[in-house]
T-cell receptor, first 113, second 111 residues
C-alpha cells in the first residue's frame, strides 16, 4: 500500500505571495491532518479534514486554509506569505478505525524569502 | 490545555547501551499516545502506538509504556545502534485526532 505523498517536496516563495501544498492520503484513509514544524515552535496542529469537512482547527491565522476533495486528497493554502511561515509542512492520514493511528508524509519544505 | 514534555532534549550514548526516553503529558484524557522517529529533514515514522486502555507495546528492540494516571510514557530502546540516531517525538492524541507533540529527544548513538 502506498504511503502518504506530499507535493511539492521543496518550495521557495517570496513574502506576500501565496502557496498551495498538496497531500494524498493512504488509500482508504478519509481523515487528513496538517502540521507545521519549525525549530522554535516544534510541531503544531493546523487543521484536520474528514469527508471534505474541517472538523478541527489549530491556532493559526486565517491566512492558513485548507480543503479536502471527494477522493480524500487535501490541499492547504497560505496567502500573503511571511518570513515566519518558513517551515516543514507535514500531513498525516488516518483511517479513524481501531487505534486511530496517524501516518505522516515526507513533508513539504517551504522557504519564504 | 494539553501539554507534552520530553526529557532529555538530547542524549548521546555509546553503541550497545540500553536507554530510556521520557514523555509526560498534563491531561490524562487522551485517546492514544504515539512515538515517532524523525530523521533530519524528513517526515515522521510511527514507531509505536499505545491505546489509552493499554499499558505497553513492543516492537523489536523498542518498548513503550503508558501510565495515564501519572501522565507519563517511556520509550525503551534496547542495545542501541548507530542507526537509531534520530529525533524521537511523542504525541498525545486527543479525541478528534489532533496530536499534541513534545519537543523531541535528539538521540546520537556513537559507534
Amino acid at each position: 500500500k502506498a504511503g502518504v505523498t506530499q507535493t511539492p517536496r521543496y518550495l521557495i516563495k517570496t513574502r506576500g505571495q501565496q502557496v498551495t501544498l498538496s497531500c494524498s492520503p493512504i488509500s482508504g484513509h478519509r481523515s487528513v491532518s496538517w502540521y507545521q514544524q519549525t525549530p522554535g515552535q516544534g510541531l503544531q496542529f493546523l487543521f484536520e479534514y474528514f469527508s471534505e469537512t474541517q472538523r478541527n482547527k489549530g491556532n493559526f491565522p486565517g491566512r492558513f486554509s485548507g480543503r479536502q476533495f471527494s477522493n480524500s486528497r487535501s490541499e492547504m493554502n497560505v496567502s500573503t506569505l511571511e518570513l515566519g511561515d518558513s517551515a516543514l509542512y507535514l500531513c498525516a492520514s488516518s483511517s479513524l478505525t481501531g487505534a486511530y493511528e496517524q501516518y505522516f508524509g515526507p513533508g513539504t519544505r517551504l522557504t519564504v524569502t | 490545555k494539553q501539554e507534552v514534555t520530553q526529557i532529555p532534549a538530547a542524549l548521546s550514548v555509546p553503541e550497545g547501551e540500553n536507554l530510556v526516553l521520557n514523555c509526560s503529558f498534563t491531561d490524562s484524557a487522551i485517546y492514544n499516545l504515539q512515538w515517532f522517529r524523525q530523521d533530519p529533514g524528513k517526515g515522521l515514522t510511527s514507531l509505536l502506538l499505545i491505546q489509552s486502555s493499554q499499558r505497553e507495546q513492543t516492537s523489536g528492540r523498542l518498548n513503550a509504556s503508558l501510565d495515564k494516571s501519572s501522565g507519563r510514557s517511556t520509550l525503551y530502546i534496547a542495545a542501541s545502534q548507530p542507526g537509531d540516531s534520530a529525533t524521537y517525538l511523542c504525541a498525545a492524541a486527543l479525541f478528534g485526532g489532533k496530536l499534541i507533540f513534545g519537543q523531541g529527544t535528539e538521540l546520537s548513538v556513537k559507534p
